[in-house]
């Protein structure tokens, strides 16, 4: 925290003394009075400081220049405090700037407290929350900066700033007395990043935000809003711990910048459909809080804002930083503002010009100044300060009854209703309404008006038997075992949780719940806590409806994706429990520490076994190798130590350097492994270390940076290479893989390969000389010729999602799985009326001994984004193509949305292909995508060695499936 003003902290340390006998019953903080103190001191506007108004055309303020200015305001105002929230990927330090009367910083560790006990309904009667809730102050989260081009959100954090710590009329006094303000800009990095960008040319006319040689956050760019409930990187771990677990605003406003073409700015109320597992109380405050926005813009004669249809922003996924609070009981609202520093122009969208309740007030054609675009954002800051402070009490006591909703959800009976219920209970009516359901005769009387048999109602017997059916309620908690195969992964994924302000136990001793036995050390996740809502996304597969506008029309798009609950994708073992359970639990107060890991020292020619289910192996592998140790993966099933061990099972034989390597990994990792007195017998794959190529592109590959982060998490050598240095050819002499994700490799020319934001690539002569090495694209013409040298000449090449395009530029066997004849017998691809998949989690077979699928399951939960599959040609299997993991039935959802499922029935997902003396691997499944699906992790990692390992006998080459 910067430097305060003495008195203040002084004040404020005393009152946190008091704190929890003060905040028993109520909060003890004064009700508004009127600021009657000396002027204050002067406080620098920002045209003082940066030589520029906020807005002005042709100039944006760099992170640096901004942490100044913070600096400087902190020690010139009352109102303010900066504190550091903590560090970015990058190494800044990232800053919030907490606003509020005077008085209420002497009081804020009461205000703090007060609104932790409200936000956990933390031991208090209604009456005492009511209470505290009328005597508290709000808390709001404002910020900006998210999406870095998007460059107004972080120029109007400053002006906002500014004018709460210098305005004095009755509204803004109001306001300091009722809310604490927290002003965040959530992406440093990026802000430093496109601000210098920008202002980099001297003449202002050729300036642009456009044509960012990298990604805006250092590893995910765009992404960095769809990390929240994951928790990667650490800006969203910074954010989600002051809201989740320190600070619990009742209200978070999220500033964006793509304004819906016609308009200015997109407001809530969002359109449907919203996630079933939050509370009622979220919509309509999120509509509460969206109305008072548009009023006020009308009122100050802004016009141009739209609302539900007027764009695509919905409440159902979790992971961007507005939805992930809907899941903690808190108000989240985005807002999408145009505005650029480079004067930007309002189109004529002749549907824009018709008033309509989603189009309450449009605005005509014209350019549009960056000026007015801060303006806007301040009015809609405003609005939500404005109604937090005069609807305080509603929104702080709103909070407590969200908590406390939840947790009555959680110790009862509950079901949560989603659309395969309604289409059970319809089901269920329809056949009982034709005399053929099962047990129509126990069905028994309708019930009063309203329901699916129209103004008479359904029978009420399929209320309490099917829609509320004893076996399909809501579990009371989940159990974690800790003898799962791959506990590591499975404490991260509690520690995601807890990060997410989630209360995870854990067990101290041995205990059984519904008859069955569980170690210590298990976790255990009950459900009746505050952020029910978020625990409940994590695990249970979501729902999806089918958005379909009209019979036989196409489905709309969702926001983002629609089946995401990281326990599915993460791999995770776990148990659902319907009945209340206890047992010898202990709440784990901060995170969970790691299992600790068991080395014993092998005796003279002996070894170490290491299990290949676990993914942290792979850290293993990566240190061993390059500190020259040896490492096999066992082709066949070992016995040693009086237990069975699995075919892959990975062997490092015993040398003096050894030891201390897996001693130091048990320490760091909690890896446990396994002594042996002699080598187990069988044959075995010779790992060497691999030189790893990861394609990117100027601009910044989004998959591509998810694929560097993961590849640091596990220590894997590589490097990013250009399309330049590919088309260069000799790769060989470079490289052992070759790594291309999700938009890298395109189906032809004229198609330009995505995987980020941006579009075009601008002319070498406009971008500093440090970048121009970056340029070029991925072709067909010139890039594939020398993918296919690289692979005969013994390379590996991985690919996923639209780079699997390689297999038919390269002539593999296989062919398109999503496609239909049309007349004439051609084949064109599925169309979306009859297929759709949008960000699905589906089941998939794996055949597991196949060394590509070591470690793995007989089955995994695979992420579907619009990928592709195949179905391989008769001549496949003479070519030695193989399929390592496909869809065996026609109903492979398992969380989210599938449109047309059925045609996935006997797909393959996932192909081995010898290519020459190389192997090509194609991925359709997203199976790294944004770093979340660690339960398909090994599929990636074991690619990486299989294609260059050496059988371990003979030394020679092995690229057949062992039987």
Same mark, same amino acid.
């Given at each position: 925290m910067f430097k305060r003003k003495a008195g203040l902290r002084a004040r404020a340390t005393a009152v946190a003394a008091t704190v929890a006998a003060a905040v028993v019953l109520a909060v003890g903080v004064a009700a508004p009075v009127a600021q009657n103190k000396p002027a204050a001191p002067r406080i620098t506007p920002p045209k003082d400081q940066f030589g520029h108004a906020i807005g002005d055309d042709y100039y944006l303020v760099n992170y640096t220049q901004y942490v100044d200015y913070l600096r400087k305001l902190d020690v010139q105002s009352e109102r303010m405090v900066v504190a550091e929230i903590g560090k970015t990927e990058e190494g800044r330090a990232e800053l919030t700037a907490i606003i509020t009367s005077p008085e209420n910083h002497r009081r804020l560790p009461l205000i703090k407290e007060a609104n932790r006990k409200l936000a956990l309904a933390d031991g208090l009667s209604d009456d005492q929350a009511r209470q505290l809730a009328r005597d508290g102050k709000t808390v709001v989260w404002i910020d900006g900066g998210l999406h870095a081009t998007e460059v107004l959100g972080a120029q109007q954090l400053i002006e906002t700033i500014y004018r709460l710590n210098t305005r004095s009329d009755p509204e803004t006094l109001r306001i300091l007395n009722d809310v604490v303000i927290l002003c965040t800009l959530v992406n440093p990095d990026g802000m430093e990043l496109v601000s210098n960008w920008y202002m980099r040319e001297?003449?202002?006319?050729?300036?642009?935000?456009?044509?960012?040689?990298?990604?805006?956050?250092?590893?995910?760019?765009?992404?960095?809003?769809?990390?929240?409930?994951?928790?990667?990187?650490?800006?969203?771990?910074?954010?989600?711990?002051?809201?989740?677990?320190?600070?619990?605003?009742?209200?978070?406003?999220?500033?964006?910048?793509?304004?819906?073409?016609?308009?200015?700015?997109?407001?809530?109320?969002?359109?449907?459909?919203?996630?079933?597992?939050?509370?009622?109380?979220?919509?309509?405050?999120?509509?509460i809080i969206g109305a008072a926005i548009h009023t006020r813009l009308a009122a100050e004669g802004k016009p141009g804002a739209v609302m539900r249809t007027g764009a695509p922003y919905s409440t159902w996924f979790n992971g961007g930083i507005r939805t992930t609070s809907y899941f903690h009981n808190q108000i989240g609202i985005l807002t999408e503002t145009i505005g650029n520093p480079t004067p930007v122009e309002i189109p004529f969208v002749l549907d824009m010009q018709l008033p309509r309740a989603d189009v309450p007030n449009p605005i005509q054609p014209r350019t549009f100044y960056f000026r007015e675009a801060i303006e806007y954002s301040i009015t809609n800051n405003f609005a939500i300060l404005d109604i937090a402070s005069k609807r305080k009490e509603d929104f702080l006591f709103n909070m407590y009854r969200m908590a406390k909703n939840a947790i009555e959800k959680g110790s009862r009976d509950n079901w949560t209703i989603h659309p395969k219920r309604i289409e059970a209970a319809?089901?269920?009516?329809?056949?009982?309404?034709?005399?053929?359901?099962?047990?129509?005769?126990?069905?028994?009387?309708? &019930?009063?008006?309203? &329901?699916?048999?129209?103004?008479?109602?359904?029978?009420?017997?399929?209320?309490?038997?099917?829609?509320?059916?004893?076996?399909?309620?809501?579990?009371?908690?989940?159990?974690?075992?800790?003898?799962?195969?791959?506990?590591?992964?499975?404490?991260?994924?509690?520690?995601?949780?807890?990060?997410?302000?989630?209360?995870?136990?854990?067990?101290?001793?041995?205990?059984?719940?519904?008859?069955?036995?569980?170690?210590?050390?298990?976790?255990?996740?009950?459900?009746?806590?505050?952020?029910?809502?978020?625990?409940?996304?994590?695990?249970?597969?979501?729902?999806?409806?089918?958005?379909?506008?009209?019979?036989?029309?196409?489905?709309?798009?969702?926001?983002?994706?629609? &089946?995401?609950?990281?326990?599915?994708?993460?791999?995770?073992?776990?148990?659902?429990?319907?009945?209340?359970?206890?047992?010898?639990?202990?709440?784990?107060?901060?995170?969970?520490?790691?299992?600790?890991?068991?080395?014993?020292?092998?005796?003279?020619?002996?070894?170490?076994?290491l299990s290949h289910q676990v993914n942290d192996s792979f850290v293993a592998v990566n240190r061993l190798l390059r500190a020259g140790e040896e490492v096999y993966w066992l082709k066949s099933a070992a016995s040693a130590n009086g237990r069975q061990y699995p075919v892959g099972t990975m062997y490092v034989p015993a040398k003096a350097s050894t030891l201390p390597i897996l001693q130091k990994l048990a320490t760091d990792k909690g890896l446990s492994v396994d002594a042996v007195a002699s080598r187990p017998a069988g044959d075995s794959?010779?790992?060497?270390?691999?030189?790893?190529?990861?394609?990117?592109?100027?601009?910044?590959?989004?998959?591509?940076?998810?694929?560097?982060?993961?590849?640091?998490?596990?220590?894997?050598?590589?490097?990013?290479?250009?399309?330049?240095?590919?088309?260069?050819?000799?790769?060989?002499?470079?490289?052992?893989?070759?790594?291309?994700?999700?938009?890298?490799?395109?189906?032809?020319?004229?198609?330009?390969?995505?995987?980020?934001?941006?579009?075009?690539?601008?002319?070498?002569?406009?971008?500093?000389?440090?970048?121009?090495?970056?340029?070029?694209?991925?072709?067909?013409?010139k890039t594939v010729p020398e993918l296919k040298k690289f692979v005969e000449n013994g390379g590996t090449v991985l690919t996923i999602g639209s780079s699997t395009s390689l297999g038919h530029h390269l002539g593999l066997p296989i062919r398109d799985a999503l496609v239909e004849r049309i007349a004439g017998g051609a084949e064109r691809p599925l169309p979306r009326e009859k297929f759709y998949i949008p960000g699905t989690i589906l089941e998939a077979r794996i055949d597991n001994t196949n060394p590509l699928a070591y470690g793995m399951g007989d089955t995994a939960m695979v992420m579907w984004d619009e990928s592709p599959a195949f179905r391989l040609q008769p001549?496949?299997?003479?070519?030695?193509?193989?399929?390592?993991?496909?869809?065996?039935?026609?109903?492979?959802?398992?969380?989210?949305?599938?449109?047309?499922?059925?045609?996935?029935?006997q797909a393959v997902a996932i192909v081995d292909a010898p290519v020459g003396k190389g192997r090509v691997v194609l991925f359709g499944p997203e199976v790294l995508w944004r770093a979340q699906p660690h339960g398909t992790f090994k599929l990636f990692f074991n690619g990486i060695y299989y294609g260059s390992a050496s059988s371990g006998a003979a030394g020679t080459r092995t690229t057949e499936q062992p039987q």
């Open positions: 001297a003449d202002e006319k050729r300036r642009s935000t456009g044509g960012v040689p990298r990604l805006y956050q250092k590893y995910i760019g765009h992404d960095d809003n769809r990390d929240f409930y994951m928790m990667n990187m650490s800006e969203s771990v910074n954010a989600n711990r002051m809201m989740y677990r320190e600070w619990f605003p009742a209200i978070m406003y999220n500033h964006h910048q793509t304004g819906p073409a016609g308009a200015v700015l997109f407001a809530p109320p969002f359109r449907d459909p919203f996630n079933y597992n939050f509370d009622p109380l979220i919509p309509l405050g999120i509509d319809r089901a269920a009516i329809e056949a009982e309404q034709a005399g053929a359901s099962r047990g129509a005769e126990n069905i028994g009387p309708r &019930g009063g008006r309203g &329901g699916g048999g129209g103004r008479g109602g359904a029978p009420i017997a399929v209320y309490n038997n099917v829609l509320h059916d004893p076996k399909m309620r809501d579990p009371r908690g989940f159990i974690v075992p800790s003898d799962q195969p791959d506990f590591l992964t499975a404490t991260k994924f509690v520690n995601i949780l807890i990060k997410g302000g989630v209360v995870v136990h854990r067990a101290t001793a041995p205990f059984t719940v519904a008859g069955k036995p569980y170690p210590a050390g298990s976790y255990v996740v009950k459900s009746a806590q505050p952020f029910r809502a978020h625990l409940m996304d994590m695990f249970e597969p979501q729902d999806h409806p089918d958005d379909i506008p009209y019979p036989g029309g196409p489905p709309r798009p969702p926001y983002d994706v629609t &089946g995401y609950n990281i326990a599915y994708s993460m791999g995770i073992k776990y148990d659902r429990i319907l009945d209340g359970f206890d047992g010898p639990f202990e709440k784990i107060a901060d995170l969970a520490p790691l299992p600790a890991g068991k080395v014993a020292q092998a005796p003279s020619g002996g070894g170490y076994l794959m010779k790992l060497k270390p691999v030189r790893i190529g990861l394609w990117d592109q100027y601009g910044g590959s989004m998959p591509s940076g998810w694929t560097r982060w993961i590849f640091e998490q596990y220590e894997f050598p590589f490097e990013v290479v250009f399309p330049q240095t590919l088309d260069a050819g000799n790769l060989n002499a470079k490289y052992d893989v070759l790594v291309f994700v999700d938009g890298g490799i395109p189906e032809r020319d004229q198609q330009a390969a995505g995987g980020g934001f941006g579009g075009g690539q601008p002319a070498a002569e406009t971008i500093p000389a440090e970048f121009r090495g970056w340029l070029g694209r991925v072709t067909v013409a001549e496949a299997g003479l070519k030695g193509v193989k399929p390592v993991a496909w869809f065996d039935s026609a109903t492979p959802l398992r969380s989210g949305w599938a449109w047309g499922q059925q045609y996935l029935d």
